[in-house]
Nanobody, 124 residues
Framework: QVQLQESGPGLVKPSQTLSLTCTVS??????????WSWIRQPPGKGLEWMGD???????YYSPSLKSRTSISRDTSKNQFTLQLSSVTPEDTAVYYC????????????????WGQGTQVTVSS
């Protein structure tokens, strides 16, 4: 059973960098051909895909967030990390990490495992 767990600060000040880590258990983040994603949901809005890091280490970002987003990984800890710079109150959301087994084959995301989500509030 694969499990994902997000961790990081729940409150970030405007203009700072938000940093969240997803710890994966029950499966390796380097296993072919999974993609590991960050997704967020602002209050009252739908889910927004932010970006992926693939089994190979390649990264992919939402065009609307690309200039502020960085996803990296630590394979020794089986973790991947999201950094979002220059945050504003509009970045307040529940942030999820998830596994995508479909993207490599179809190009379309389908998520089979999710973390429970972590609330991040951007406020001074």
């Amino acid at each position: 059973q694969v499990q994902l767990q997000e961790s990081g600060p729940g409150l970030v000040k405007p203009s700072q960098t938000l940093s969240l880590t997803c710890t994966v258990s029950g499966g390796s983040i380097t296993t072919n051909y999974y993609y590991w994603s960050w997704i967020r949901q602002p209050p009252g809005k739908g889910l927004e895909w932010m970006g992926d890091i693939a089994f190979s280490g390649s990264t992919y970002y939402s065009p609307s967030l690309k200039s502020r987003t960085s996803i990296s990984r630590d394979t020794s800890k089986n973790q991947f990390t999201l950094q979002l710079s220059s945050v504003t109150p509009e970045d307040t959301a529940v942030y999820y990490c998830a596994r995508d087994p479909s993207r490599y084959y179809s190009g379309s995301p389908v998520y089979d495992y999710w973390g429970q989500g972590t609330q991040v509030t951007v406020s001074s």
